[in-house]
Structure formats: C-alpha cells, structure tokens
C-alpha cells in the first residue's frame, strides 16, 4: 500500500503548489521552535542552505512523529546576503532596512526539502535562486512599504514577487517553485521514484 504524503507545514503557498501538481496529500505544521534551531547553527557559522536543510529535516522529522505510516515533506527557505541570513522583519522600520541592504544586489533563496518516512530520513535536496534588486531610492521604499503594508512582514525579504515586489527586481535566476520554498520538479522526481505517485 502507497503510504500517503503530508506536507509538514501551514503554508498556503506551499499547499497551493502540492495541489496545482495534482498530489493528494494532507498538511500538518510542524510544531518546532524555527529560532532554536537556528540560533546554534548560526552561531556555529554553518551554512545558509545548510540551516534550511536541518530546519526541512526537522519539520518533517517532527510530523513523522505524529504520523509515522506517512511520507512526510518537510521545507524550509533561507535567504542569505554574502554571509548575512535574513529573518523575517519585525515591523516596517525593520522591512525598510531589509530592502535599502538588499537594494542593488544579489541575494540567495535556499529552499530546502526532506522527505522522512518512520522517523527516517529517506531524501533531502536544496535548490538556491538568485535574485538582484534594483537600486532602490529612498522615497521609492517607503511609497512601496505604504502601498504593501504588512504584507512586507510576510516574508522573509520584505517582498512577494507574486504581487508588488516584482517591482523591486531588475533579474531573477531560479525557478518559480523554488523562489516560493518548495522546489516542485525534484520533490515530484523523488516521489516517482518512491512509488508514492504514478510514474
């Protein structure tokens, strides 16, 4: 029997992808303090792509526990500028300050996946996309952080390049699915090659 797929997350953009692909599954967060996790990592020095690694790892890891019969995905995103990881802002001040250091440069997405079945990990992978920002004036921030509001503290880089921030971007490299979290083509590769979906 074809174990069935959950989705360790809440993410709406993440449980849109699954469901355009046509994957049949169910979505339960993880319950994991994300900042724990990552707050020895950081400070050990480790990798950007490496943090969303074991963050993927142990969302997945921690719905396994609950559903052990199940093909759990855990994921997770970093962005990173040079050796500076980013979080999310805490306030519009904060997303301000997000977008003048990331004005004018190339920034990083990691997105990271991991597959855990019985506690198990069975596959992991992280895709990355570059993203260079325009240069953006003063003026230009605010008028922006004014029309998008508190959409800016939705994410991690103070923008959605499915809305308004596209804007912000003078090139992109990467691939949709992976500039959302979740990278579709070798998560599916995967899941045909498990069995869990038809081939």
Request: charged fraction near 25%; include cysteine; hydrophobic fraction near 45%.
């Given at each position: 029997m ?51 690694c ?59 996946i ?15 996309a ?7 004036t ?12 508190d ?49």
């Amino acid at each position: 029997m074809t174990p069935k797929l959950i989705l360790a997350s809440s993410s709406p953009f993440r449980r849109m992808l699954m469901e355009n692909a046509g994957l049949s599954f169910e979505a339960h967060p993880a319950e994991i303090d994300e900042r724990a996790v990552e707050a020895p990592l950081e400070k050990a020095g480790a990798k950007p792509d490496t943090v969303a690694c074991i963050l993927a790892k142990a969302k997945a890891e921690d719905v396994s526990a609950r559903f052990p019969e199940g093909l759990v995905i855990g994921s997770d995103q970093t962005m990173s500028l040079g050796d500076r990881v980013f979080h999310k802002p805490k306030d519009l001040a904060d997303a301000a300050n997000h977008l003048r250091a990331l004005s004018g440069t190339t920034h990083r997405l990691n997105s990271a996946i991991a597959i855990v079945h019985d506690g198990a990990v069975l596959w992991e992978h992280v895709g990355h996309a570059e993203l260079t920002m325009r240069p953006l004036t003063e003026d230009f921030i605010a008028r922006h952080l004014v029309r998008v509001g508190d959409r800016a503290l939705s994410s991690v880089g103070a923008y959605q390049l499915e809305g308004e921030g596209v804007q912000l971007f003078e090139k992109i490299e990467g691939d949709y699915f992976t500039i959302l979290g979740l990278p579709m083509l070798p998560l599916l590769g995967k899941l045909r090659e498990l069995g869990a979906i038809d081939g």
